[in-house]
C-alpha cells in the first residue's frame, strides 16, 4: 500500500510540473490544488485529497494533451490513470 501512495504521490507531483510548463491560466487552480494535496499528505499521509486532487488532474490533462499535444509527455497521464483506483 505504502508504494502505492508513493506512486500517486509522484504522479501528481509529475502533473504539477506538466501543468506549470503549460503556462495556461486554465489549469492553475487544479496545480494549486495539487500542490496543496501533496502537501497535506506529506504532513498527514492521509491519501483522500491526494486521490481526488489526482482524478480532477487526470481529467485535465486529458483535456490538455488535446489541446497542446506536443507540451508534455502522455506517460504522465498514464501514471496518474494506474495510480487511481477504477
Do not use: V, W
Not at 489549469?27 to 496543496?36: F, G, N, P, V
Not at 481529467?59 to 507540451?71: E, G, I, T, V
Request: with cysteine; proline share 5%; hydrophobic share 35%.
Amino acid at each position: 500500500m505504502e508504494a502505492n501512495l508513493e506512486k500517486l504521490r509522484s504522479a501528481c507531483l509529475s502533473a504539477t510540473t506538466a501543468f506549470s510548463k503549460l503556462n495556461d491560466p486554465a489549469y492553475r487552480d487544479i496545480q494549486s490544488k495539487l500542490e496543496y494535496c501533496i502537501g497535506s499528505f506529506d504532513f498527514d499521509k492521509n491519501p483522500t485529497g491526494l486521490y481526488e486532487a489526482a482524478s480532477e488532474a487526470y481529467h485535465n490533462l486529458q483535456q490538455a494533451k488535446q489541446k497542446y499535444p506536443r507540451k508534455f509527455n502522455k506517460k504522465i497521464i498514464t501514471d496518474l490513470e494506474r495510480t487511481l483506483p477504477a
